[in-house]
């Protein structure tokens, strides 16, 4: 899978937060934004864009964006 | 999925009772951040039980208001069945005290089944396949929960959802009747995602039931609340809830522009948009109890049905398919006709 595109579209579920805020480092569950709306968002993007199932603790295990798309990447 | 066709069996009524008591998301205090809240879940008003009303107690109402109205002696009914995740006891069976209180004669087949959010349909499916074969004629399904009962006031991520209400669906033996259809799944692994972990034998209820803790702000429980992993449930729902539908529809050639009303169990508005847009159905077919009542557990399809469409079941034939999902996690569709319902208004119980 495509790491730009993934993070593209993580930024796109966010309103306030800037997407230069958006790397494959970023914590994002530290975002000032984040909470439990935005990751249902999350979730819904991953469903909808790679047909994948994320869990509660995939969410809560990642601390990087780069570690959801490992996650994402090995359940395609 | 498991399948299930059932012939003779009619829908002849629907009730639903709720508590008086309303809690607005917009003014109560316990509720922070509400307009978004109100926003993503759609939930605004809630009807709330206080510590006398019993599931039992809105079901009750519900099936004396519909007997009345459909003019049937409780003498008549062969089959009651009373599905629940909030009995009145451990034990007996609350549908046992159901009988009495109703004047159901001692005779009649009574069971009480215990299922969440898929509960109307797992209990329209057994009620459905009792009566099919014409010796229990008449049939009473009550389903109702006073969730909101379980919730910690201090768990803002189960305080603003959940409302009671009670339901009574009225049943009989017809070999005209259009055959109902159903699909079903289950699946434990998902256990954690939905629960109450003190009070039953896995884990009684003891010393340390009653004390709160703080899982995160915002969150403080303790170990006899209702916990909800919101994030599980949402990935969970949003695909089950369309694989649900597609598995009924596709099973049992069922052409979906030919279905009026598709209604699903109210969860919260966020995760039902994206159930209905995923099986592109208009909007006007989805119909939403949730911003008068939240999610009521298994009472949330025939509480829709009633608030939503009452007019026009009562006076149409009616073609539905009901789908509801989560704790267990336990899933099922349901396609079903109707036609001329009685259907009293909703009441509200003090």
């Not at chain 2, 159903?182 to 699946?187: A, K, L, N, Y």
Request: one cysteine or more; charged letters at 25%; hydrophobic letters at 40%.
């Amino acid at each position: 899978m495509n790491s730009e595109e993934f993070i593209q579209l993580f930024a796109e579920q966010f309103d306030e937060t800037e997407v230069s805020e958006f790397h494959p480092k970023t914590s994002f569950r530290e975002l000032e934004e984040w909470d439990s709306m935005v990751a249902l968002m999350v979730i819904a993007m991953i469903d909808e864009e790679y047909n994948v199932k994320v869990s509660g603790d995939d969410i809560r295990n990642s601390a990087t964006i780069q570690d959801l798309i490992n996650v994402v990447g090995s359940k395609i | 999925m498991a399948h299930l066709n059932i012939p003779n069996v009619s829908i002849r009524g629907l009730a639903a009772t709720v508590p008086a008591l309303v809690k607005d998301n917009l003014t109560d205090p316990r509720v922070s951040d509400a307009e978004k809240i109100l926003k993503n879940t759609g939930i605004h008003l809630r009807h709330v039980a206080p510590d006398h009303i019993c599931a039992s107690d809105l079901c009750e109402d519900a099936a004396k208001r519909l007997l009345d109205a459909l003019e049937w002696s409780p003498e008549e009914i062969d089959c009651l069945i009373f599905v629940r995740q909030t009995p009145d006891y451990i034990l007996p069976a609350t549908v046992t005290i159901l009988q009495e209180k109703l004047g159901i004669s001692t005779s009649c087949y009574a069971i009480d089944i215990s299922m969440g959010c898929s509960g109307y349909v797992m209990g329209l499916s057994n009620i459905a396949a009792l009566m099919q074969s014409g010796l229990f004629k008449k049939g009473l399904l009550l389903v109702g929960d006073t969730i909101s009962r379980t919730c910690s006031p201090n768990d803002k991520s189960t305080y603003p959802l959940f409302g009671d209400a009670g339901t009574a669906t009225a049943l009989e033996f017809n070999s005209e009747a259009a055959e109902m259809k159903f699909s079903f799944g289950t699946d434990g692994s998902g256990k954690d995602a939905i629960i109450i972990k003190d009070g039953g034998y896995r884990h009684p209820f003891n010393s340390e039931s009653l004390l709160e803790k703080e899982i995160e702000a915002g969150i403080s429980r303790t170990a006899s609340h209702l916990v909800l992993d919101g994030m599980d449930v949402f990935s969970f729902g949003i695909s089950k809830g369309p694989s649900s539908v597609n598995d009924l529809t596709e099973f049992f050639n069922i052409d979906m522009a030919e279905v009026d009303n598709f209604v699903f169990h109210q969860a919260n508005l966020f995760m039902n948009e994206k159930i209905r847009k995923k099986l592109k159905i208009e909007p006007e077919k989805v119909p939403y109890s949730l911003s008068k009542f939240g999610n009521t557990s298994s009472a949330t399809i025939p509480l829709t049905l009633v608030s939503e469409r009452r007019e026009v079941l009562k006076t149409s034939h009616q073609k539905h398919i009901g789908c509801g999902f989560g704790v267990g996690l336990s899933w099922g569709s349901v396609y079903f006709e109707t036609e001329n319902l009685v259907i009293p208004e909703i009441a509200y119980l003090n």
